[in-house]
């Protein structure tokens, strides 16, 4: 389907697909304006304005159809804040944006928040390590990083 990207200054079409998500939309974006996918917010207006804040979500779940207009507006990044992917236990990747300073309890409380895992069942896993105490720095979480949530095994034997 083609749908209709406006920013400030252009205007353009491109073809996607209904199940294409919003990361590939913006990987589509990069390629014909060079702005980074985190640097990117779109914006629908299908009677009420909605930003397309999930990249792992289908185009077509936030209704985008053929002939569809999605603003682009460009923001800087703060050097302070990034964003990673968190693989769930299903599966799924979802997007968040941290900060450069934020603990790994912070960012469990937001996955519990988000993702419906209570932080005591709760393995977060970057690169092969358990994501204990201490910031997300401290274990080379930065921009792009991917981090696995893996659930705590309940129970135990039974005498």
């Known amino acids: 389907m083609e749908i209709f990207v406006s920013t400030v200054t252009e205007s353009f079409s491109l073809t996607v697909q209904p199940q294409d998500t919003v990361g590939s939309l913006k990987l589509l974006i990069q390629q014909k304006v060079g702005a980074p996918p985190g640097q990117q917010r779109l914006v629908i207006d299908n009677g009420r304005r909605t930003e397309l804040s999930d990249d ?13 207009t999605v603003t682009l507006l460009v923001v800087q990044q703060n050097s302070d804040k990034f964003q990673i992917h968190l693989i769930t236990d299903k599966g799924a990747t979802h997007t968040y944006d941290v900060r450069a300073e934020e603990t790994v309890a912070e960012l469990k409380r937001r996955v519990e928040q988000r993702e ?44």
């Not at 792992?56 to 569809?68: E, I, M, T």
């Open 56 to 68: 792992s979500r289908q185009v077509q779940s936030y209704g985008l159809r053929s002939g569809s």
């Open 116 to 159: 419906r895992v209570p932080v005591s069942q709760q393995r977060l896993v970057h690169q092969s390590q358990d994501l204990g105490e201490g910031r997300l720095v401290d274990y080379g979480v930065a921009a792009g990083s991917t981090i696995q949530l893996l659930l705590r095994l309940r129970g135990g034997p039974t005498h």
